[in-house]
């Protein structure tokens, strides 16, 4: 089975600190992403990374960045914590298939998830 | 983006069979459809998917209507464990974000 692996579960973290939410999946796969998840807006894609030494921003960008050094691992970082970003994390990689079996065989996989709160 | 829409939330006895609806009207003919579920403090996970038939795995069935412009997904017996949100998901062939609407919160009543 497919694992994706997130560092903490539980995070307590104090307003302008420096965070690092790391990530580690054990199948090879090419694409990583990070969400966060609060009530009523649903998952929201912060970044995402479709190659070691990539990374792309998603929806919700601003006061994150990200860093993926090795495949395996993909580690979002919170330069300075906000009470803002008091929120659920996740994690997930899946495959880079040929465009022709994106829809196919693009399904990701999740971590169980980092609840950070920023006090 | 083609949007999915679900009921917000709903209810199933334990061991009876749930239909969780999806409407998705603007699907295109290159739309694969997934479903995800996200139990309490877990990321979601993948539960099935397809493109036109109907599709059963171990975990659920979906049965696709003909002109794809919705979908249910099916379990066959519910069991207190599918206690969960159901997120209903359409995945191009273009780009692997994925879009994940609020879903449908199932609960199990024992």
């Known amino acids: 089975d497919v694992k994706v692996t997130q560092s903490s579960r539980y995070l307590v973290k104090r307003t302008g600190e420096k965070v690092f939410l790391e990530c580690v999946q054990d199948m090879d796969h090419e694409n990583m992403f990070w969400y966060r998840q609060d009530p009523g807006l649903g998952l929201r894609l912060i970044y995402f990374?479709?190659?070691?030494?990539?990374?792309e921003k998603g929806d919700i960008p601003e006061g994150y960045s990200v860093s993926r050094e090795k495949k395996e691992r993909f580690s979002l970082i919170l330069e300075s914590a906000s009470t803002n970003q008091t929120s659920m994390y996740l994690c997930?990689?899946?495959?880079?298939?040929?465009?022709?079996?994106?829809?196919?065989?693009?399904?990701?996989?999740f971590g169980a998830g980092t609840r950070l709160s920023v006090l | 983006d083609a949007k999915t829409t679900q009921p917000n939330s709903m209810e199933s006895n334990e061991e009876e069979p749930v239909h969780l609806p999806c409407n998705h009207s603007?699907?295109?003919?290159?739309?694969?459809i997934h479903w995800y579920r996200q139990l309490p403090s877990q990321g979601p996970e993948y539960v099935i998917h397809?493109?036109?038939s109907n599709v059963n795995n171990r975990m659920a069935s979906l049965a696709i209507a003909e002109d794809r412009k919705s979908s249910t997904l099916i379990l066959h017996r519910a069991t207190l464990r599918d206690a969960a949100v159901y997120y209903c998901i359409l995945r191009t062939t273009s780009y692997d974000k994925v879009i994940f609407g609020p879903g449908t919160s199932l609960s199990v009543i024992p």
């Open positions: 397809g493109l036109t």
């Open positions: 997930a990689s899946s495959l880079s298939p040929p465009s022709w079996l994106a829809g196919e065989k693009n399904i990701q996989y």
């Open positions: 990374s479709y190659d070691v030494k990539m990374k």
């Open positions: 603007t699907i295109s003919g290159t739309d694969y």
